[in-house]
């Protein structure tokens, strides 16, 4: 018991010392204003180099997602309709194709769907 109380205090000696060495080598020395702006031919930029993000693309990337998950998800219901209680499988494709509808006429009711905005 005891050995393994010193191994385990070596081991975390060690690792503290490794740590600690290499957040003192890795720092840079300086962070110089030349080095952290964007490179415009010599010049100093004339305007921000970020971009507005788009909440409203981000927003259609998810619902495109969501949807390419779901078809991921119904592609297997029909390979298993020859393995499966027919009354069973119908019910289950009919909620979850349900839940999916009711989610895109939600989404259209909401104007995520709208690319004239």
């Known amino acids: ?3 393994l109380f010193l ?3 070596m081991l975390l000696t060690i690792t503290s010392i490794l740590m600690f060495l290499g957040s003192i ?3 840079k020395a300086l962070m110089d204003r ?3 702006s ?3 031919c010599g010049f100093d930029p004339k305007s921000s180099s970020r971009l507005p993000f788009s909440l409203r693309f981000f927003l259609i990337t998810i619902i495109f997602l969501i949807f390419d998950v779901e078809i991921a998800l119904i592609l297997p219901m029909i390979m298993i309709l020859n393995f499966s209680n ?3 499988w119908t019910m289950t494709s009919f909620i979850f194709l349900f839940i999916l509808l009711l989610g895109l006429y939600h989404e259209w009711n909401q104007g995520m769907l709208d ?3």
């Open 115 to 117: 690319w004239t905005e």
């Open 34 to 36: 030349e080095k952290s």
């Open 1 to 3: 018991m005891l050995n």
């Open 25 to 27: 080598l890795s720092k």
């Open 7 to 9: 191994i385990s205090i």
């Open 86 to 88: 027919i009354m069973i």
């Open 38 to 40: 964007p490179f415009e």
